[in-house]
């Protein structure tokens, strides 16, 4: 694609990142036919390309973002299937990137919209006030209908109806701990606990600690790391994020200098997305670009690391997965294979889902800023799922497990529960509910 930014443009390293990326594009129209939203909408500008050439025409013309742009920026999951299917190597994730932080600059959105933003920035990222958020909307979640009746109100709505009924205790997993290797040690590693994820299922990280111990791997919790900053990074927040991004580098830094690291874990893979781009998110910052570079190349999402790792014979449970595989896994980080044969190894029989590279619609907060394209991609997700007739959806995202959970009956289970399980853990309690249900 020809561009035609000036030399004084172009002397804004973050400008001139997104005019080599946007010369790239051939305008071949390929990765239209696995956009979620053009698949759901039909709309040129809901379509990558389409997003493409809005994003080309503000950056070169140098103006604030309008109504327009923003409205088809919004509606963009991240999810990232178009760098997939792109035959040319466009880095849409880091174009729209610059694009949302260029917005965030630019537009003042509608009041609501501002106060919805703000409210999940100054709350999801931090668990306390997360949980706390949690219990409010327990008592919140009978006026979801009446919420639902003005537009503006609509993500309110969509906040209270996924907020679970039960919020589990704070697990002793998220503390600041040294997991001792229960085997002969065979490697040493730090576990992200992030933000939400503990809050919404602690019981992830406990079976991703107990299985690694038990295979010989120290885990360690450093203390002061936290949320990774993908929540506010992709509100274009910049600052924010690269704050977030500055402090859990200086942890893991720190764990790196005390007693080496093999890999740093992560459970959830949209962090795992955001951790893995530290390095380029921090590349002109001269006093963190290096070490940020060092954490994003250690940065392993836990089946990755597993697949490493030589595993005991396990015996079949007798169960058919259904593997969803989560954007921010698939396309964000291409892993696609470790989870399916870690499972398969672990005696289960695992079904592929039709449409499998569609997003399931929860992409962050997405599923509470568009509920209703959000809800359209969910609806066919899950039919996709259950046309598979699997006993149990294992994922690798906290957000995709509550996404498609809360449209099916079928047990929905992080991967690594099922893995735990197989060499020697307890069943994954997700699976037992079912069975009392
Ligand atoms: S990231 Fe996903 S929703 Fe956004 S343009 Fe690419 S394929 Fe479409
Ligand atoms: S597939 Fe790649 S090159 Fe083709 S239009 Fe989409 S982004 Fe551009």
Not at 96 to 121: G, S
Not at 280 to 301: C, N, T, W
């Amino acid at each position: 694609m020809q561009t035609n930014f000036t030399a004084e443009q172009l002397a804004d390293p973050h400008v001139a990142e997104a005019e080599s990326i946007l010369r790239k594009c051939v305008h071949c129209g390929f990765c239209t036919a696995t956009c979620p939203t053009y698949v759901t909408l039909g709309n040129e500008l809901d379509s990558p390309r389409g997003r493409i050439y809005l994003i080309k025409d503000m950056l070169e013309n140098g103006r604030p973002a309008d109504e327009q742009i923003v409205t088809h920026i919004d509606r963009c999951l991240s999810c990232l299937a178009c760098t997939t299917t792109c035959p040319s190597g466009v880095d849409y994730m880091h174009l729209v990137d610059h694009a949302r932080t260029h917005i965030e600059k630019t537009y003042r959105r509608p009041l609501m919209n501002r106060l919805t933003r703000n409210m999940l920035a100054m709350v999801l990222p931090y668990p306390g006030r997360f949980r706390l958020a949690l219990q409010l909307a327990a008592l919140g979640r009978p006026f979801a209908s009446l919420l639902d009746q003005v537009k503006s109100l609509k993500p309110m709505a969509a906040m209270l109806r996924l907020a679970p009924t039960k919020v589990a205790p704070p697990s002793d997993f998220a503390k600041p701990a040294t997991h001792a290797a229960t085997a002969a040690r065979r490697g040493r590693v730090a576990i992200l606990t992030g933000c939400a994820q503990p809050v919404l299922d602690p019981g992830i990280n406990e079976a991703a600690i107990s299985l690694l111990t038990r295979l010989g791997v120290e885990v360690v919790v450093p203390p002061g790391e936290g949320c990774c900053g993908a929540l506010v990074h992709h509100m274009g927040r910049e600052e924010q994020a690269l704050d977030s991004a500055r402090r859990n580098v200086d942890v893991w830094t720190r764990a790196i200098e005390e007693g080496g690291l093999d890999a740093i874990i992560v459970t959830t893979s949209g962090c795992g997305t955001t951790i893995k781009d530290y390095g380029h998110m921090l590349r002109l910052d001269p006093a963190y670009a290096e070490k940020a570079a060092r954490v994003s190349a250690l940065a392993k999402d836990v089946t990755e690391y597993l697949s490493t790792l030589d595993l005991p014979i396990a015996e079949t449970k007798g169960m058919t997965v259904a593997y969803h595989s989560a954007c921010s896994l698939q396309h964000g980080q291409k892993v696609t294979m470790a989870p399916k044969l870690l499972l398969k190894a672990a005696g289960f029989a695992v079904k592929d889902p039709p449409e499998g590279h569609l997003c399931c619609g929860s992409a962050g907060t997405y599923n509470i800023m568009q509920p209703e394209i959000s809800a359209r991609l969910k609806a066919r997700k899950v039919k996709n799922i259950e046309s598979t007739k699997p006993d149990v959806i294992a994922a690798g995202n906290i957000g995709c497990m509550t996404q498609i959970g809360s449209a099916t009956g079928i047990p929905v289970v992080h991967t690594v529960e099922l893995l735990n399980w197989a060499y020697g853990g307890p069943r994954p309690s997700a699976l037992d509910r079912r069975v009392s249900a």
